[in-house]
């Protein structure tokens, strides 16, 4: 395919306006490298290419597009994945550039190819594709062009192209006549047959959609049927996938209907002899309990819940622990005390650290639901013994969870059993688990209020400051600017900036590096005057230090402190009178790095 780029008539005014011609020879010229490109070597080349379809389709125009367009890039199928990806994506978007909905056919042929080959990413978007194309599609369309491409797919020779038409039967469905829903009927239900595990499994994965364009008259027949077939499936990869068509399928049927017709297979699945379909259902156990309702839930589900939470497999139990708050929304008061919880209480020593720390993360969630008494009773001692759990993240994962935990059961039994845990983290050998305690510390403080923490914690949050690792340290100055928010400039200038200060005098420059950085953030919660009478002094002090470190640490925090002290107004007038002198004498300084610094904050000033 060729762009004549000379091929433009000329107007009759071309004499008296000739610079109107250059954007047009500029733009045509434009759109022949890029169709040249579309057939370049370079991968990279036509992939770039290929993103700017849009572009070569505008200029070459609808009919350009249909007839020269679209069959070229039908030849080019035999691309990279990566190229067949793009060309797959930017073909469900040209329909405007074709003429509008009425020519949108003509875009299925490169898509159809494509929805057929062997990577599995680019089969997917390819589907996606071809569903919003037929979204535009008349009935006529739909019947002539997009029926005879899905039989093509559903019976192709390959299995790729059968999974990706599995894809396509919801979109289509809905929009079609009775008698094309019959054939469409026909024809997925061999799919759900098919030799092919994969077409099975894909097969199962489309039911969930599927099933809700269905007429409910004709849902026995047709996804129930199905659902069945595929849940009796010998593969437990086709099996599990029939897990959340259960749940969009038992939202469809009545009371009655559901315990004809879906409960039986709940309860296999439930049992499956697979560790990888009960972890499925058991992932889902809240969402397919919701679809059945209450009514059959309260008879039903609560002992394979147990079951699946005492499952041999920890991943299984895993999953179950995560659904234990969710499920107990669903039944009475009695049956959490008397049946749930004990499972609880063997999941605290499970020997499965991840289920530990599932059941740790949502715990807390029983607590409003059994009330203050029956927590203070059976949960306490279980939020207890977790915050003393070998596992960082159980321990994590229950302070993380502290607010609720605490309007549970109170701060003071509360920080009697926290401060020990809190502790041992704060000293564990992986940093991340360090930094990760750090972030919960701002909330810490508003459950415990001023008082008890700075009996209790600032000595710890000052030790930060100090850790061996800088992520820690400017974790622990950004912690420090929180607490001054949460408790105030008053309560910041006597409790914490007194030991910052004393850090000016370390020997270590490191130290004294950490300081500047402390006072500068701390700052932007700090009142003007704590700023004017605490902070800026002792960081002027240190633009003399014989560290050229800490002398363009001093350059950068007065960079900052100034936007800080002209938005208060610079009642005092120390941008001009204090750090704009110190800023001009640390840009003749005999360091590169310090003037560098010293510079830049003059020039943004």
């Not at 070597?41 to 009919?63: C, F, H, V, Y």
């Not at 895993?318 to 049956?335: C, D, H, I």
């Not at 159980?394 to 609720?404: A, F, H, Q, T, Y």
Request: with cysteine; hydrophobic share 45%; net charge negative.
């Amino acid at each position: 395919m060729e762009v004549d780029a000379q091929a433009v008539p000329p107007t009759e005014y071309m004499d008296e306006d000739p610079v109107t011609m250059a954007p047009v020879q500029d733009e045509l010229y434009s759109v022949a490298v890029l169709i040249d490109e579309l057939k370049h070597e370079d991968i990279q080349l036509r992939l770039n290419a290929m993103r700017k379809l849009s572009t070569i389709a505008e200029a070459l125009g609808p009919e350009r597009t249909r007839n020269e367009l679209v069959p070229f890039l039908q030849e080019s199928i035999d691309d990279d994945d990566e190229v067949l990806l793009a060309l797959a994506e930017e073909l469900g978007k040209l329909t405007p550039l074709v003429g509008g909905p009425e020519f949108a056919h003509t875009l299925l042929a490169p898509l159809e190819n494509i929805a057929a080959v062997e990577e599995a990413t680019v089969r997917e978007r390819a589907v996606i594709s071809l569903c919003e194309l037929a979204s535009q599609l008349s009935p006529k369309q739909l019947t002539e062009h997009f029926m005879a491409l899905l039989k093509r797919l559903s019976m192709g020779e390959w299995f790729t192209s059968r999974t990706s038409a599995t894809g396509l039967y919801a979109t289509v469905y809905q929009n079609s006549t009775k008698e094309l829903q019959a054939e469409l009927t026909n024809m997925f239900s061999q799919l759900v047959q098919d030799d092919s595990p994969m077409v099975r499994r894909a097969s199962a994965k489309a039911l969930s959609q599927l099933a809700g364009k269905v007429a409910l008259e004709d849902i026995f027949e047709t996804s129930i049927l199905w659902f069945h077939k595929l849940a009796q499936d010998d593969q437990d990869s086709v099996r599990l996938l029939t897990v959340e068509s259960l749940a969009a399928l038992a939202g469809l049927l009545t009371l009655e209907q559901n315990i004809e017709h879906l409960l039986p297979a709940f309860k296999s699945l439930a049992d499956d002899k697979s560790w990888r379909v009960r972890y499925m259902v058991a992932s889902k156990y809240v969402e397919i309990s919701q679809a059945f309702g209450e009514t059959i839930v309260r008879e039903h589900f609560t002992t394979a819940f147990i079951n699946l939470l005492r499952d041999p497999e920890g991943e299984v139990r895993t999953a179950a622990a995560s659904q234990v708050p969710g499920y107990a929304t669903l039944v009475e008061k009695s049956v959490i005390l008397e049946n749930l919880l004990p499972c609880v209480r063997d999941l605290v020593t499970d020997e499965n650290q991840h289920a530990r720390a599932a059941l740790a993360k949502e715990i807390s969630g029983l607590a409003p639901i059994v009330g203050q008494e029956a927590t203070m009773e059976f949960l306490l001692p279980t939020f207890l013994q977790q915050l003393t759990d070998e596992f960082p993240d159980v321990r994590l994962n229950v302070i993380s969870n502290l607010e609720v935990i605490n309007r549970a059961i109170g701060i003071e039994r509360l920080s009697q059993a926290l401060l020990p845990a809190i502790v041992e983290l704060s000293e564990d050998k992986q940093w991340r688990i360090r930094l990760a305690i750090i972030e919960y510390i701002p909330l810490l403080a508003k459950q415990f209020g001023a008082k008890f923490f700075e009996e209790k914690l600032l000595g710890l949050c000052m030790s930060w400051l100090r850790d061996s690792v800088y992520s820690i340290r400017e974790a622990a100055t950004v912690n420090l600017k929180k607490l001054t928010e949460v408790f105030g400039g008053e309560w910041a200038k006597k409790a914490i900036i007194p030991k910052v200060l004393k850090m000016s005098t370390e020997l270590k420059y490191l130290y004294r590096m950490i300081m500047v950085s402390a006072l500068t953030t701390m700052s932007e919660a700090l009142p003007y005057e704590i700023i004017n009478d605490s902070a800026l002094p002792t960081i002027m002090k240190l633009a003399e230090d014989p560290i050229p470190n800490i002398r363009f640490s001093v350059a950068k925090s007065l960079e900052a402190l100034v936007p800080l002290l002209k938005q208060s107004g610079d009642k005092a007038g120390l941008v001009a009178g204090t750090v704009k002198p110190a800023l001009v004498k640390l840009s003749t300084d005999a360091d590169g790095d310090v003037k560098f610094f010293a510079t830049r904050a003059l020039e943004s000033e």
